[in-house]
């Protein structure tokens, strides 16, 4: 079994986070709930900070808020000293209802309405993303209207896909986001932003991947983005003074994956980029990251209680649990694995596999596939680890099923930061059909 955090198995044979007994959280707060260890927070955005302070390089270390995001996520990330990537009004919002620093707030997205970008405006944060010619159009007329200068990143896509252990690098990336390198389109746009006398354009940006165990495909969008940045400094007057490189950074799920420590990536990216500028002899620029994973990934787990199972003779044991795709989609969505161990016999000896399903509607709805457990019964807890990021962000009412809480957990005190939705929340929306009376009919 492998625990994350502070997570341990306590006297009782319970797991145990944040020296809380999960079994106790099961009771107080109900399944399914979310559970977040804030200690592997901290620890998690402090090896992020300490690596770039310990390279003596200017930096800012974004948390992408899409991983997870609440009030109290946000205002976490603002103690621990982090930036915001938010990419919609939603997450701005639950930023300003945080009252995190707006100077700090990095705007993403590749399809920014116009109330969103004018709400972030007034709203003076400190950084958009801008992603394609029609959002510079648009923040152009808005800082002119506004009377004001933003200041922006150009999202490039350099031609370099990472995921896992592969990056593939090509030469066009053929993407839905961001200003393509090779066929000019950031030069372009570089030349419209430096014309503009309402946006300041601080630098460039690109995001390679998601769930990355190495470092050669950042250090390889580092080496392409420098590529480009002799001619810009010639023919534009132009030399980046932030790079940032999105996130990205690998964690474990399960057996198997091998994610680098924080410090390794940061070494390797920044290597590339003094190398890159000494060559090119300009200034080394500000290194912006944006992990979101990293950060609340393997913080979260998620309480289940077993209900009902059914078992096939020498086929599969399935064991059905009290959430499913409506708290976790990954597994239907991308095939992603999980560990999970039953929480308050955590002690006991695995005899045998069983397949976690959730309660949707669904054949599709499983968690865990053939997961080694004691003899399972109805009215265990079921721990399911590393939830922490894209679970409850990507959480769903399907079925109209209430989204679970969610529970920070810290030095044996548990506090509730999300409440669990109600029948009543489900219904709020919703309007009665209306009577039509036969005359109108
Ligand atoms: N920056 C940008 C521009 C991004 O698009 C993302 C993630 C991040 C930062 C944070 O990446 P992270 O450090 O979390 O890998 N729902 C998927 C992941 C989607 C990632 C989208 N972009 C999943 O559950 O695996």
New binding site residues.
């Given amino acids: 079994m492998h625990l994350h955090g502070t997570s341990k198995i306590n006297d009782r044979g319970h797991l145990e986070i944040g020296g809380v007994d999960s079994v106790e959280l099961a009771k107080k707060y109900g399944t399914p709930v979310f559970v977040y260890d804030v200690a592997l927070m901290r620890q998690r955005a402090y090896d992020f900070k300490q690596a770039f302070q310990d390279l003596g390089i200017t930096a800012q270390v974004?948390y992408?808020s899409?991983?997870f995001s609440c009030v109290a996520m946000v205002q976490l990330a603002n103690e621990l000293g982090l930036s915001l990537?938010v990419?919609s009004g939603g997450e701005l919002h639950t930023a300003m209802v945080a009252g995190f620093p707006m100077e700090r707030v990095h705007f993403?997205g590749n399809n920014k309405s116009y109330q969103e970008m004018e709400m972030a405006v007034e709203a003076g944060i400190g950084c958009f993303?801008v992603d394609n010619f029609y959002e510079l159009e648009q923040l152009e007329q808005l800082s002119k209207k506004h009377g004001t200068i933003v200041s922006i990143l150009l999202?490039t896509t350099p031609g370099v896909e990472a995921h896992t252990h592969e990056y593939i690098s090509t030469g066009q990336e053929d993407s839905k986001?961001g200003f393509d390198l090779i066929s000019g389109q950031v030069d372009r746009a570089i030349q419209i932003s430096e014309a503009s006398s309402h946006v300041n354009l601080l630098g460039l940006?690109c995001?390679i991947?998601?769930?990355?165990f190495e470092t050669r495909g950042f250090v390889l969008a580092v080496e392409k983005i420098f590529s480009f940045i002799q001619k810009w400094k010639k023919e534009l007057g132009f030399v980046p003074t932030v790079l940032n490189l999105?996130?990205?950074?690998?964690i474990r799920y399960v057996e198997g994956d091998t994610p680098l420590p924080a410090a390794d990536y940061i070494k390797a990216t920044v290597a590339a980029v003094k190398q890159q500028a000494e060559l090119l002899e300009v200034d080394i620029p500000e290194i912006w990251i944006?992990?979101?994973?990293?950060?609340v990934?393997d913080a979260g787990t998620t309480l289940y209680t077993l209900g009902s199972q059914k078992e096939i003779p020498n086929v599969r044991h399935y064991l059905s649990v009290d959430g499913g795709m409506t708290d976790n989609?990954?597994p239907a969505?991308?095939q992603?694995e999980y560990e999970g161990v039953l929480a308050n016999r955590a002690t006991e000896e695995a005899t045998e596999k069983f397949s976690i399903a959730g309660k949707c509607c669904e054949s599709g709805d499983m968690l865990i596939w053939d997961l080694p457990l004691p003899k399972a019964n109805h009215e265990d807890i079921l721990a399911v680890f590393c939830t922490g990021?894209?679970?409850y962000?990507?959480a769903n009412n399907y079925n109209r099923i209430p989204r679970p809480p969610v529970v920070f957990v810290e030095d044996g005190e548990d506090t509730l930061v999300v409440n669990r939705e109600t029948y009543e929340d489900i219904v709020r929306l919703d309007l009665p059909l209306l009577v039509k009376t036969k005359e109108t009919i």
């Avoid at 999105?246 to 690998?250: A, E, K, L, P, S």
């Avoid at 944006?290 to 950060?295: A, D, L, T, W």
């Fill in positions: 974004a992408a899409k991983a990537d990419v993403h993303v999202r986001f940006h995001h991947g998601s769930q990355i999105g996130g990205g950074f690998g944006e992990p979101g994973r990293s950060i990934g989609l990954r969505l991308y992603a990021a894209y679970g962000s990507m």
